[in-house]
């Protein structure tokens, strides 16, 4: 079974979340902090990745590769506040996949099927 790691503080965004990814048939497992998240990857395997990186006071330039050192092959999806100038910075450090909030439910769900076919062609 396809497994998702999604990392979201938001306790309403993390139903809406939940329940589009419900619908696709794959396991989700929650984290509400990216720390959390840290051990999760080192801990365990996911198919793909989605994080919101519209926590104040995180840097996703910084944290991404953090993620990417753990698990190199996991697609990440972010899931951002607006386009703008750091969303370069996030793509350099190697997302798959950058979405700004309020995140559409069809680019969602599109972005985590490309993700995940991505991921299956690696393996």
Partial sequence: MITILLVEQ?????EKYLSLLNGLDVKT?????VGKAVERLRCFTYDAMIV???IKGLNPAQVIPVFKKIS????????MEKKNEPEKE???AGVFSC???????????SA???????KETIN
Wanted: hydrophobic share 40%.
């Fill in 72 to 79: 190199p092959r996991v697609p990440i999806i972010a899931l």
């Fill in 99 to 109: 979405l700004t909030k309020p995140v559409n439910d069809k680019e969602f769900l």
């Fill in 52 to 54: 919101d990186f519209g």
């Fill in 112 to 118: 985590i099927g490309k993700a995940i076919n991505k």
């Fill in 90 to 92: 996030i793509e350099k």
């Fill in 29 to 33: 497992e929650l984290c509400n902090r």
């Fill in 10 to 14: 938001d306790p309403s965004l993390q």
